[in-house]
Structure formats: C-alpha cells, structure tokens
C-alpha cells in the first residue's frame, strides 16, 4: 500500500521532482568549477574589482545609488554582502569566490519557478528543457537571474491579465510595477527592460480591441481596462522611485538633490551604450545570420501562438516576446561573444518554451526542432561539458566540501596582494582611491575605498564625471591614490586612454593631487597625495584649418605639446539608439610622420565635449604628478579622426566638429 502512495505521488509530483533534481545537479556542476578567487594582484581584473567592490562598500555603509553608482543597484549590493556575512575572511578581496557562485547560481532556482508556473510544460517536457540548457551550457557569468526574473515578471503580468476582477487586476498591476522597481535596484537594465516590455504590451492590448474581430479575439478586456493597469503600474514604478528617492535624501546629508539617483542611472544606461561598443563583432559571420534566422523565427512563431490560441493562454508569450527583443539591444553595445548571448538568452529560453504544446495537438512542429537544432549549431559553446564535470564529481574526482572549505576559509595574506614597498607607501587611515580601476588593492589590505562610481571607466557622461569630482572634492583632504599607469590608463579600454575616457577627472586629479614619491611602485602604479593648493590647468589656443578633409585638421604653425585638450562635437546620424557609434583613432603628425595615436568616444554624442590626449610615451606619463621633474613633449603640425567601423552594427559619424585645441605644457625636457 505504501508503495502504490509512493508511486502516486511521484507520478504527481513528477515535474516538481525533476526541477528539483535539475536544481541540485547544477548547484553541484557550478561549485565544482568556481573560481575560489585571485591569489595574486597580477591576476585581478576589472571584474573582479568591482565584485568584490559591492560588499566592501556595502560593509562601509556606501549604498549604490546614494553614495556611488553603478549598473548594480541597492538590492543586488545587499545581496553580495549577505553571501559574504560570516564568511572566515577579513575582507572582500576573499569573498571573491562566494560572491562569483552567487553571480552564477543565483538564478538557477529562478528557472526551475519558471518552469514550474507554465501549466503548458509537462515533466516530459521538463526533462527536454533543463537537458537543452545544459547542452547549451548556459552558465554564463551572471546571467540567468537577470534574464529568468525579467521573464518571470512578465510571466506574473500574463496571469494578472487573466483574472476576471478588475480589482485583482489592478492590484496585480500594482505588484507587477513593484517588480520592475525591485529590478531597477537589482540591475538598471533588468529594471527599465522588464517596464518597457510590460507598458509596451498594454498599449499594444489597449488598442486591439478596436480590431477584436479582425484579429480574431472576441475575448480581449476593453481598452480601458488596458489603459488602467497601465496607469497602475506606471504609477506605482514611479512612486516607488520617488519613496527611494526621498530614502536617500534623508539617509545622507551628501545626496545632492531629490532625482540624482534617477539622473545618474540614466546617465549610465545612456553613457554605456554611447562609449562601450567593442572594436568588433564577437561572433562569426554564419552563427550571425543562424542568429538572425532564429531570432526572426521566434518572433513568427510568439505572434502565430498568440494568434491562434485563446487570449488568456496567449497572454505568457505575447508579454514575454517584448522583453525578450528588448533585451538584444545589450549585445549591440557590448559585442562580445559572451554579451551577445547575454543579450539573446531570454528570447533563446522562449524559443525552447515555446515547443511545449501549447496548441494540444501532442506533436512537436518540424520547423521548431529545426530552429532548436540551428539554435545548437550558432551556439558558441554549446557541448556536453556539464555532464562531463558532473561525471567527475560523481567519480569521486572532485569535492565539494574541500571547494566549499576553500570558499569559506581564504585567507589571502597582503604580501600575495601587492609589494611590500607599496604596502609600506599606503596610509591605512586615509580613504583610497584607486584609478582608474583597482579596487581590489585597497580592498585587499582592508582599507577604507572611495569609489564615486565604481568603476572609473563607467563614469562615462560629463554629468557622471562631474558628480565623481564633487564627491572627491568633500573628501580630498583625507584621500590617497593609486593611480595606476598600466595598460587601462594609458592604453586604455578599447584603445581610449583613460584621460580620454573620463577628462574631467583626470584633470580633477592632475589639479589637486601630486606623487607621494618620485617612482612607480609594484607593477606600475604611482601614489598620490593632496597638493598643498590647487594648480591649474591652462593651454595655449592653437589656430588650425580644416582644409583636407572633414576628418584632417592642419595647425597653422607645428606646437610643441605635452597633452593636447580637444573641444569638439561628434555628430552621429538617428541610427545610432539601434547599433553602436564607433570609436575614432585620432592620430597626430609631425610633417606627415605619425607621432601617436588612440581611440576616442563621444562622451556626449551631438553635443560639446572636452577631452585630453596626450603626446607623452607611456612610460613618462606619470612625470605630470612628480614635481620638479621633466615632462616629456613632442611637436606636431596635424591631426586625423578616422571612425573604426569595421564591424556589424557600427554607426560612423556624420561629421566631427574641432572648435578648439590647446596645448597643455609643463615643464618641458631641455
């Protein structure tokens, strides 16, 4: 008798089971394969500074949003700290491997929601769809809680549109606004996606019903009931913000106005995708047009569904469909292998939805396992490397307790950090700053960080750039900084130069900061100390023609210059919100000898900017900061703006506008 029980509520619980299990195995493949952490600075890069940056700021009471921004908002920040509490280490920098596993198993429980909620996926089905994802192997860094939580909300607006009381219904509009907030401090663009797609969906809906018979659906809700979720749901998104708002206006006495949390993120949505496109399309020109043909398809086959089944069980597919193109436009930007895929991943996970049977005719469609199987052919990657890992965990190969032992114990010693030299040169009781990406020095000697925008580099508008200086500004007396002269500063991102990138705080930084000693330290990273009085920055104005070309500007007599200081204007046609404005190689010329040359971006697209470039060899940058010391010029006649558009998606300019040059001397070589 109590087996037959068993047996019943196995066959019952079946699909519960099988997501259970799909959840395990993976927590076990994640952990098996997750870096335990940097052991020596040499092998820690810029992401991950600013992961271990979220706790250790988090820890000293800097909240993102109020007290710095980044793309990572409040929720995210308190969620990396709460992984790391009662951790064994002393500081972030060996919380670093927790943290990565939370990044790549966040979400894993959030898909096996997902597929639980969704009547239409049977156990059988179930089994095809974790079996899918593994096969893909999609354990890309951080990306399934971003992507599954957008698609769960839209999930839970397709069931508040099904409800029969315009009161659940409005207060499931409510729930859903909340959400896409709680995205917002998650993940700015989870945030503004996941509203997007759910306002966007409503319009669309609010005006069907003037076409119900032609579009086949005599059972939609009147447009005004549309119209009303969605004032519900803008309205409490934007309620929620002003609540936050007025949170951080009265939780410190530094947060400028009542929306600079609002006007900073918007800056940094528009900011990124203006100055962070590669130099390249990440992917093959084939898996490209595979992409497309499946991108293409999907769209076809959610509007068909939608179409033909009933309106309340069309309602997942028609709200999910919006974020998921919405969200391609990440992998426009940042092009990247690895970001694209980012960028597909929610309409690549609808694709494999939408074999269920949704139609109940108990079959699989041939076009479908056709569009899965070119899905596996496009997809980098995609291979039996999961099951793989798990076969050698289950061999006994691999523990997971001497992993999780590791994870909970390092303890990272800062002779494994940097020099001893360096550590000698640091003053513990100063706040650091460490430019323009180094997070993890003063992290990892347990030293107090300031950091205006986490990242330097992603102080990517003026605006941000200013709000980064008035915050250095209220701290400067007790400020030290690391101002690193490796690759990152001075070769730069793309090739754009740090003090291309980010000008107005390079020049904050050149005014007001001086070198501590006359020398680079460790790998090449020199230590700042506050100037007893601020210098200036002064240049001469240069007379120069623009005769060539439009991209070739000659001086009316050769300059002799350390960093040259260029207001310009960048033009890009309307094109440029779909793809990505490419970079531009400025180059300089000395009677048409090629001097230097480096990338730039338009800080502020169509509009004036100012920007540095410097003439300097690498290795005599850092001269500027020593005083007394010989800077380095160079003598040049002309210069060229060249867009490097040699990749998909790039949009060249339509014009650059020079209004002035300076050159910026200081104490000139004999």
């Known amino acids: 008798m109590m087996i037959v029980k068993l047996k019943q509520y196995t066959t019952s619980h079946l699909k519960t089971i099988i997501i259970l299990i799909w959840i395990t195995l993976t927590f076990i493949q994640t952990i098996s394969i997750t870096n335990t952490g940097p052991t020596l600075g040499v092998d820690t890069g810029l ?34 700290w ?38 239409q996926v049977t156990w059988k089905y179930a089994l095809f769809f974790f079996t899918f994802l593994t096969i893909l192997h999609v354990r890309l860094f951080f990306v399934p809680l971003k992507c599954i939580l957008g698609i769960l909300v839209c999930l839970l607006l397709s069931r508040v549109l099904e409800r029969v009381s315009l009161k659940e219904r409005l207060i499931g509009s409510g729930i859903v606004g909340f959400c ?189 396992c056709t569009a899965v199987l070119l899905l596996l052919i496009a997809f980098p990657g995609s291979n039996f490397q999961a099951f793989n890992q798990l076969m050698t965990w289950a061999e006994g190969k691999s523990s997971l307790s001497t992993k999780l032992t590791t994870l909970t114990t390092r303890q990272t010693p800062p002779s494994k950090i940097v020099t001893a030299e360096m550590i000698a040169a640091l003053d513990p009781d100063k706040t650091t700053l460490s430019f323009p990406s180094d997070n993890y020095i003063p992290i990892g000697l347990n030293q107090k960080i300031i950091a205006p925008v ?47 990138r980010v000008p107005y705080i390079f020049e904050y930084l050149y005014r007001n900061f001086e070198a501590k000693y006359p020398k680079l330290m460790d790998r090449g990273y020199l230590i700042l100390k506050p100037r007893s009085s601020s210098v200036s920055l002064e240049g001469e104005s240069l007379v120069f023609e623009n005769k060539v070309s439009s991209k070739e500007f000659k001086l009316a007599k050769p300059a002799t210059c350390s960093i040259v ?40 697209p169509g509009k004036e900017f100012s920007t540095y470039f410097s003439l300097m060899d690498a290795d005599q940058f850092q001269n500027i900061f020593i005083t007394g010391t010989s800077v380095q010029s160079k003598q040049w006649d002309s210069l060229t703006f060249e867009p490097i558009a040699n990749a998909f998606l790039d949009v060249s300019p339509s014009s650059v506008v020079v209004n002035k040059l300076e050159c910026m001397e200081f104490n000139l070589r004999p």
């Not at 609010?206 to 939609?220: A, H, I, M, Q």
């Not at 496109?277 to 769209?299: A, C, K, R």
């Not at 990152?488 to 793309?494: C, M, N, R, Y």
């Open 565 to 604: 200081r260029l207001q310009l204007k960048i033009n890009y046609p309307i094109t440029i919100n779909f793809g990505r404005p490419t970079h531009l190689k400025l180059s300089f010329f000395d009677s048409g000898k090629l001097l230097t040359q480096a990338n730039i971006v338009p800080l502020e």
């Open 82 to 119: 709460l992984v790391a509490f009662g951790n064994n280490s002393k500081t972030s920098f060996d919380d670093y491997g927790l943290i990565l596993l939370f990044f790549h198993i966040g979400g894993v429980p959030f898909i096996g929601l997902l597929v639980g909620l969704i009547k």
């Open 454 to 500: 986490l990242q330097t580099y992603a102080a990517f508008t003026p605006t941000l750039q200013e709000a980064y200086v008035d915050q250095l500004e209220r701290h400067k007396s007790s400020l030290q900084v690391i101002y690193g002269m490796d690759g990152i500063a001075t070769g730069g991102l793309e090739g754009v130069p740090a003090i291309s």
């Open 180 to 368: 896409c907030f709680l995205g917002q401090l998650l993940i700015l663009d989870l945030g503004v996606f996941t509203l997007a797609s759910c306002l966007g969906i409503l319009l669309i809906y609010s005006v069907l019903p003037r076409f119900s018979k032609r579009v086949n659906k005599v059972d939609l809700l009147s447009s005004k009931s549309y119209l009303q979720m969605f004032g519900v749901l803008l309205g409490v998104f934007l309620v929620s913000n002003l609540l936050i708002s007025f949170i951080f206006l009265l939780t410190s006495p530094n947060y400028p106005t009542l929306f600079h949390y609002q006007v900073q993120s918007w800056e940094t949505l528009r900011g990124y995708s203006f100055t962070m496109g590669l130099l390249e399309w990440g992917l093959p020109l084939s898996n490209t047009v595979l992409f497309i043909l499946i991108i293409i398809y999907t769209i076809a086959l959610s509007i068909y569904l939608r179409w033909k089944l009933p309106t309340k069980e069309s309602y997942f597919i028609a709200c999910v469909l919006p974020f998921c193109l919405v969200s391609i436009r990440g992998g426009t930007v940042r092009s990247e292998a690895g970001h694209i895929i980012i960028s597909l991943l929610p309409l690549i996970i609808l694709l494999a939805l939408l074999g269920a049977d949704w139609l109940k005719k108990g079959q699989l469609s041939l076009h479908w």
């Open 47 to 80: 992401d991950d500074s600013w992961i271990m940056s979220l706790p250790q700021t988090f820890q000293q009471g800097y909240i993102s949003g109020r007290d710095f921004q980044f793309t990572y908002g409040p929720l995210w920040q308190f969620l990396c």
